[in-house]
């Protein structure tokens, strides 16, 4: 159980285009998922938490208008990178909690984007 | 707000060795701590965590931490380390009642046969 699910796996894209990673919940309703970003070599930092039906709430530093975030669903939440330049380039990592885990978070296989 | 140190960047083992991953956290109220480890390119796996009661914790995979607040700490330990223990291995904390988790640095651990 408690299994959390990426789409895709690894993206490249030009600079300038848009990119859209899911993040969905396969057994479990995520009543809130995070979005985090790693460089490499480097630890995960929070970029935004968001709960179903409300909109995100980024941390500071984050563009909201460049990391657009949508939890439309209890089982899916979407992160699209607008307008992507090669520093964007990045591991994205997404994880869900359900209401009955406590602060236990399930996190996704991460998403490589490379941005050329 | 929370931090957590995770001093070595990279821990060299022999395995079968005992090795152990250091963890220090500052906060102000209390917390929640976790170990996770990530293996390349996939996600987190967490391998164990204090919520409260005992101070020593066990997890999978044979690791276990203790909870020492007196000195902030939460320590990974494990007596005996194999080859596919290899893995990014991140200390995180959380407040209590919070959801948002404040990650180390990362601790590599690589085990050499």
């Known amino acids: ?110 998403t490589r984007l490379t941005v050329l | 707000a929370q931090s957590v140190t995770q001093l070595d960047s990279q821990v060299p083992v022999f395995e079968e060795a005992p090795v152990e991953l250091r963890c220090n956290y500052s906060s102000s109220v209390s917390v929640y701590l976790f170990w996770y480890v990530q293996y390349p390119n996939q996600g987190l796996q967490l391998l164990l965590k204090y919520l409260s009661g005992s101070t020593l914790v066990k997890g999978i995979n044979g690791f276990e931490a203790e909870f020492n607040k007196s000195q902030t700490s939460f320590h990974l330990r494990k007596p005996s380390v194999h080859i596919r223990d290899t893995a990014e291995y991140f200390c995180a904390v959380s407040e209590v009642g919070s959801y948002k988790l404040i990650f180390g640095s990362g601790t590599r651990l690589l085990v050499r046969p």
């Open chain 1, 1 to 110: 159980g408690a299994v959390v699910s990426q789409h895709p796996s690894r993206v490249i894209c030009k600079s300038g285009t848009s990119v859209k990673i899911e993040c969905r919940s396969l057994d479990f309703q995520a009543t809130t998922m995070f979005w985090y970003r790693q460089f490499p070599k480097q630890s995960l930092m929070l970029m935004a938490t968001s709960n179903e039906g409300s909109k995100a709430t980024y941390e500071q530093g984050v563009e909201k208008d460049k990391f657009l975030i949508n939890h439309a669903s209890l089982t899916l939440s979407t992160l699209t990178v607008t307008s992507a330049h090669p520093e964007d380039s990045s591991f994205y990592i997404c994880s869900a909690r359900d209401g009955t885990s406590g602060n236990e978070q399930f996190f996704g296989p991460g």
